[in-house]
């Protein structure tokens, strides 16, 4: 069956230290993986997608890996603040194909990030 | 990004009763989708919904438990029909970004509790 997993336990790390974050999907061959970030109380946001093609995709503090091969995505924020205290989500579509998606969205149940002083 | 508002942004309703959460977009949108998210779990879809035809739902949903209405093109409502406990949950609204970019943006959701 297919499936999209992260790390359910809360990720505690240290304000300034970098903070790593799973996702791994089975039976899925996706065009491009996404990332969200959701705080408690509100709908996610999204904050970077990557394509098969792209093994690395950086925006200001983060960066996204994507081994097809593995089957994994790594998610990095880089100099971490307590502001990026949050549940972070992955997501794939899996009809997307490399000229588009379809925005249909399947989600991960997300890891919580927590940066502490 | 298109900037998307939902009503009510939270509720609690007795067993039995329905309710209706209206989806509002500032822009014109080709496809709604509307995602479901229990107490821990993550999300997910209930069905897209697209302006003049019957919405598409996903697997172990029916359109007799979540009717949809999508009367034009920034505007949805999706109805929780025969509440139970079960049916506790939040409510989101999405759209997708621009073509092909595959990325979705979410109302802020609707909190249902059921008693």
């Known amino acids: 069956s297919q499936k999209i997993e992260q790390n359910s336990e809360a990720l505690n790390i240290q304000e300034g230290k970098t903070a790593t974050l799973t996702c791994n999907y089975t039976n899925y061959s996706p065009a491009y993986l996404q990332w969200y970030r959701q705080d408690p109380g509100r709908g996610p946001v999204f904050l970077l997608l990557?394509?098969?093609?792209?093994k690395e995709k950086r925006k200001e503090r983060l960066k996204v890996t994507f081994d097809t091969t593995l089957k994994q995505s790594l998610f990095h924020i880089t100099a971490s603040q307590p502001a990026d205290s949050a549940t972070y989500l992955c997501?794939?579509?899996?009809?997307?194909?490399?000229?588009?998606?379809?925005?249909?969205?399947?989600f991960g149940t997300g890891t919580q990030l927590k940066v502490e002083l | 990004s298109a900037v998307i508002s939902q009503k009510p942004s939270r509720d609690i309703c007795q067993r039995g009763t329905s309710l209706t959460i209206q989806c509002q977009v500032d822009s014109q949108v080709t496809m709604m989708f509307w995602y479901r998210q229990q107490p821990g779990q993550s999300l997910t879809l209930i069905a897209t919904a697209n302006q003049g035809s019957e919405a598409t739902y996903e697997s172990g949903f029916v359109i007799d438990k979540f009717p949809i209405s999508r009367p034009n093109l920034t505007f949805s409502t999706l109805t929780v029909s025969n509440m139970s406990p079960e049916d506790s949950s939040i409510y989101l609204c999405s759209v997708g970004g621009p073509a092909n970019t595959g990325e979705l943006f979410f109302g802020e959701g609707s909190r249902l509790t059921v008693l």
């Open positions: 997501a794939l579509d899996p009809f997307s194909t490399s000229t588009g998606g379809g925005n249909k969205l399947t």
């Open positions: 990557i394509r098969e093609n792209e």
